[in-house]
Every structure is written in C-alpha cells, then in structure tokens.
C-alpha cells in the first residue's frame, strides 16, 4: 500500500472514538486524519490500484456526506472502500482507474473540517476498519510514517538519470524516457526491495 502523501504522514485525529472537535460530544470517528510530513506536499494519492466510485463536492447539508465536502472514493482491488475527503481539488473522476501512488486530489478543508488535512477512511463491506495498520503508522495524535529509506535513493538515481524530472516537491517521468531505461530504474529497484 502507498502512502497518501508522497512525503509520508502524521497522525492529526486517530480513527476510534474521540471527543468531536466541533462540539467536545464524545463521537466516532470513521477514519484516521493525516497530514504531509513536507510542508507543500499537498497532492494526494491512490493508496493502492483501484477504480473510481465518486467524485464530488457535496454542500448539501441534509446529505451526510457534506460533511467530507470536496471527496474521492476509491473501490480497491483488495475489495475495500476508500475515501479521501476534504480536498481543495480533484484530480480524477467518477469511472476513472487509478494506479497506486496516482494523483487524485489537492489536500484542503471543505466540508466539516477545523483545518487542512486528509481525511482517510477505508470500509470494508460497508463497515469502516482502522485504516492506520494498512498504511504502517500507529493510531495515535503525532504518530509518523515516512516513506523507506531507499525510495529518496531510487528517485535521486532516476533524476540522475534523466528517468524523472522534477525535485522532492514533485516527480515525473522525463521526456523521453526510453524502455531500456526504466528496465534498469526497474531492475535496480526490485534489487533494493530484495535487500529490506
């Protein structure tokens, strides 16, 4: 599974019961908020390959679901639903296939939100699970999950490379980037992926 911000997470507001933050109410909270460890990694990504169910901004506050306001829901191909909500942007919609690791959105507040951040949630069979084993990071305020040592290597190689272009704020393959290439940006990854 992918982390859904390139820089990896921390922990705002565990999934589980909580005090709600509008109105101090013991409640249940559905999912697990997160926030980018980098300042300005705001895009949000696909936690893992799935197609896209919806797409929207609901304002409509007799809809529950107005709650999350700008959102992205994911049906995974592990079988589960996942939702990103309170984005600023979407950047897929409803239909669409996304890979793991995929764009999908621009972290906000819309909705019932007390600041900016992600809220991840993730069902199964209708029922939401505690998100925060399947991402790696602890279900508690401040816990941190960054991304494997050997990925910051990998794409400083491929931007060596001429394979990606771009700086730690944002990756993208090089134009052109040739098949040979990513066989070998491929090949080295899989080698450091046997080693951890």
């Known amino acids: ?95 669409d296939r996304v890979e793991a690791g995929q764009p999908i959105g621009i972290e906000g507040r819309t909705g019932r939100s007390t600041g900016v951040h992600l809220h991840f949630e993730v069902r199964q069979d209708g029922v939401p699970v505690d998100p925060s084993p399947l991402i790696g990071v602890e279900n508690v305020p401040g816990a941190e999950k960054s991304p494997p040592a050997w990925y910051d290597e990998a794409a400083r190689w491929a931007v060596r490379e001429g394979i990606l272009r771009g700086t730690d704020d944002g990756l993208a393959l090089d134009e052109p980037c040739t098949r040979g290439m990513m066989v070998v940006f491929l090949h080295r990854l899989w080698k450091k992926l046997r080693q951890t």
């Open 1 to 95: 599974m992918t982390l859904p911000f390139e820089s990896g997470v921390r922990v705002t507001s565990p999934f589980g019961m909580r005090p709600d933050p509008f109105t101090g109410a013991s409640s249940v909270h559905g999912g697990i908020d997160l926030v980018p460890l980098r300042e300005g990694d705001l895009t949000v990504r696909a936690a893992v390959p799935g197609s896209v169910v919806q797409s929207r901004m609901v304002t409509d506050p007799m809809n529950r679901t107005s709650e999350w306001g700008n959102y992205v829901s994911l049906f995974g191909d592990d079988g589960r639903v996942y939702y990103y909500c309170h984005l600023a942007s979407r950047a897929v919609s409803q239909g």
